[in-house]
Nanobody
Protein backbone atom coordinates (compact mmCIF):
# COMPACT_ATOMS: atom_id res chain seq x y z
CA UNK A 1 0.00 0.00 0.00
CA UNK A 2 1.19 3.52 -0.83
CA UNK A 3 0.06 6.77 0.72
CA UNK A 4 0.48 10.28 -0.62
CA UNK A 5 -0.17 13.42 1.37
CA UNK A 6 -1.22 16.60 -0.40
CA UNK A 7 -2.89 19.95 0.13
CA UNK A 8 -0.31 21.78 2.22
CA UNK A 9 0.38 25.45 1.81
CA UNK A 10 0.96 28.81 3.45
CA UNK A 11 -1.77 30.20 5.69
CA UNK A 12 -2.06 32.94 8.29
CA UNK A 13 -2.60 32.25 11.99
CA UNK A 14 -6.25 31.52 12.70
CA UNK A 15 -6.99 30.29 9.20
CA UNK A 16 -7.96 26.78 8.07
CA UNK A 17 -6.50 24.22 5.73
CA UNK A 18 -7.43 20.68 4.72
CA UNK A 19 -4.80 18.14 3.79
CA UNK A 20 -5.56 14.85 2.06
CA UNK A 21 -4.04 11.40 2.10
CA UNK A 22 -4.67 9.24 -0.95
CA UNK A 23 -4.17 5.50 -0.64
CA UNK A 24 -3.25 3.31 -3.60
CA UNK A 25 -2.41 -0.34 -4.04
CA UNK A 26 -5.00 -1.54 -1.57
CA UNK A 27 -8.34 -0.64 -0.10
CA UNK A 28 -8.35 1.98 2.62
CA UNK A 29 -11.05 -0.04 4.38
CA UNK A 30 -8.51 -2.42 5.92
CA UNK A 31 -6.29 0.16 7.62
CA UNK A 32 -6.04 2.47 10.56
CA UNK A 33 -4.48 5.66 9.20
CA UNK A 34 -2.44 8.18 11.13
CA UNK A 35 -1.40 11.74 10.42
CA UNK A 36 2.04 12.71 11.68
CA UNK A 37 4.12 15.86 11.47
CA UNK A 38 7.75 16.78 11.74
CA UNK A 39 9.62 20.01 12.27
CA UNK A 40 13.29 20.01 11.22
CA UNK A 41 15.42 19.05 14.18
CA UNK A 42 12.55 17.47 16.09
CA UNK A 43 11.12 13.98 16.21
CA UNK A 44 8.13 13.05 14.11
CA UNK A 45 4.97 13.11 16.20
CA UNK A 46 1.51 11.65 15.89
CA UNK A 47 -1.21 14.22 15.26
CA UNK A 48 -4.37 12.23 14.65
CA UNK A 49 -5.55 8.76 13.75
CA UNK A 50 -8.71 7.17 12.38
CA UNK A 51 -9.53 3.51 12.74
CA UNK A 52 -11.17 1.31 10.15
CA UNK A 53 -14.36 1.56 12.23
CA UNK A 54 -14.23 5.35 12.17
CA UNK A 55 -13.08 5.98 15.74
CA UNK A 56 -10.59 8.80 16.10
CA UNK A 57 -7.68 9.98 18.25
CA UNK A 58 -5.99 13.36 18.52
CA UNK A 59 -2.83 14.69 20.06
CA UNK A 60 -3.55 17.05 22.93
CA UNK A 61 -2.03 19.96 21.02
CA UNK A 62 -4.58 19.75 18.20
CA UNK A 63 -7.69 18.41 19.93
CA UNK A 64 -10.66 20.67 19.27
CA UNK A 65 -8.96 22.32 16.27
CA UNK A 66 -8.26 19.40 13.92
CA UNK A 67 -10.73 16.86 12.57
CA UNK A 68 -9.80 13.63 10.82
CA UNK A 69 -12.19 11.84 8.48
CA UNK A 70 -12.13 9.10 5.88
CA UNK A 71 -13.90 8.37 2.62
CA UNK A 72 -13.34 4.72 1.86
CA UNK A 73 -15.03 5.02 -1.53
CA UNK A 74 -12.39 7.55 -2.55
CA UNK A 75 -9.58 5.79 -0.70
CA UNK A 76 -8.81 9.09 0.97
CA UNK A 77 -8.30 10.34 4.52
CA UNK A 78 -8.63 14.03 5.32
CA UNK A 79 -7.28 16.23 8.09
CA UNK A 80 -9.24 19.45 8.51
CA UNK A 81 -7.12 21.95 10.42
CA UNK A 82 -8.81 25.00 11.92
CA UNK A 83 -7.50 27.84 14.05
CA UNK A 84 -4.00 27.14 12.83
CA UNK A 85 -1.09 28.39 14.91
CA UNK A 86 2.55 29.02 13.95
CA UNK A 87 3.41 25.99 16.09
CA UNK A 88 1.49 23.82 13.59
CA UNK A 89 4.10 24.57 10.92
CA UNK A 90 5.59 21.25 9.85
CA UNK A 91 5.75 18.65 7.14
CA UNK A 92 2.65 16.50 7.47
CA UNK A 93 2.75 12.81 6.62
CA UNK A 94 0.10 10.12 6.53
CA UNK A 95 0.83 6.48 7.14
CA UNK A 96 -0.73 3.18 8.01
CA UNK A 97 -0.47 2.45 11.69
CA UNK A 98 1.97 -0.34 12.63
CA UNK A 99 0.32 -3.73 12.38
CA UNK A 100 0.45 -4.25 16.15
CA UNK A 101 -0.68 -0.73 17.06
CA UNK A 102 -4.15 0.71 16.86
CA UNK A 103 -5.08 4.37 17.10
CA UNK A 104 -5.01 4.58 20.93
CA UNK A 105 -1.25 4.06 20.62
CA UNK A 106 -0.78 7.02 18.27
CA UNK A 107 1.67 8.72 20.64
CA UNK A 108 4.08 5.77 20.37
CA UNK A 109 3.58 4.94 16.71
CA UNK A 110 5.95 7.14 14.70
CA UNK A 111 9.14 5.09 15.25
CA UNK A 112 7.26 1.92 14.31
CA UNK A 113 5.60 3.07 11.10
CA UNK A 114 6.70 0.65 8.38
CA UNK A 115 6.67 3.04 5.43
CA UNK A 116 6.70 6.79 4.98
CA UNK A 117 5.46 8.42 1.82
CA UNK A 118 6.11 11.96 0.73
CA UNK A 119 4.76 14.59 3.08
CA UNK A 120 3.15 17.94 2.47
CA UNK A 121 4.42 21.20 3.95
CA UNK A 122 2.09 23.33 6.05
CA UNK A 123 3.37 26.78 6.95
CA UNK A 124 1.47 29.03 9.35
CA UNK A 125 2.88 32.53 9.34
CA UNK A 126 1.76 36.10 9.40
Amino acid sequence: VQLQASGGGLVHPGESLRVSCTVSGSSLHFYDIGWFRQVPGKEREGVSCISSDGSTRYATSVRGRFTISRDDAKNTVYLQMNSLEPEDTAIYYCATMPSDMSCPYLYYAAPRVPYWGKGTLVTVSS
